[in-house]
Nanobody, 120 residues
Framework: QVQLVESGGGLVQAGGSLRLSCVAS????????MRWYRQGPGKQRELVAA???????NYADSVKGRFTITRDNAKNTVYLQMNSLKPEDTAVYYC??????????????WGQGTQVTVSS
């Protein structure tokens, strides 16, 4: 079994910063792309940032220059550093990763989500 567990969400004032973490555990052979998604109130889930196994990154236009995605392959962990937060960043943030598991199948896995609330 493979699990993704996010942490680091919370309540912050506009202009503040938060750092989200997502740790993958279980029967893992290899982790490919890792991503952060978010779903705001009444909105569809959207891709925020992605990082490939080699470290290449891409971002949603709405977060470019403010958010940074990184990963630590030795720790099976992906991070999202969020700076200059805005009220519109308020959402549940979900970690997603393509993982080759011990039973030989590569699948997408999701975390349970962590709430980020930005007050104005």
């Amino acid at each position: 079994q493979v699990q993704l567990v996010e942490s680091g969400g919370g309540l912050v004032q506009a202009g503040g910063s938060l750092r989200l973490s997502c740790v993958a555990s279980g029967s893992i052979i290899r982790i490919y792309g890792m991503r952060w998604y978010r779903q705001g109130p009444g909105k569809q889930r959207e891709l925020v940032a992605a990082i490939g196994s080699g470290g290449s990154t891409n971002y949603a236009d709405s977060v470019k220059g403010r958010f940074t995605i990184t990963r630590d392959n030795a720790k099976n962990t992906v991070y999202l550093q969020m700076n200059s937060l805005k009220p519109e960043d308020t959402a549940v943030y979900y970690c997603n990763a393509a993982i080759l598991a011990g039973w030989g199948v590569t699948q997408d896995h999701w975390g349970q989500g962590t709430q980020v609330t930005v007050s104005s």
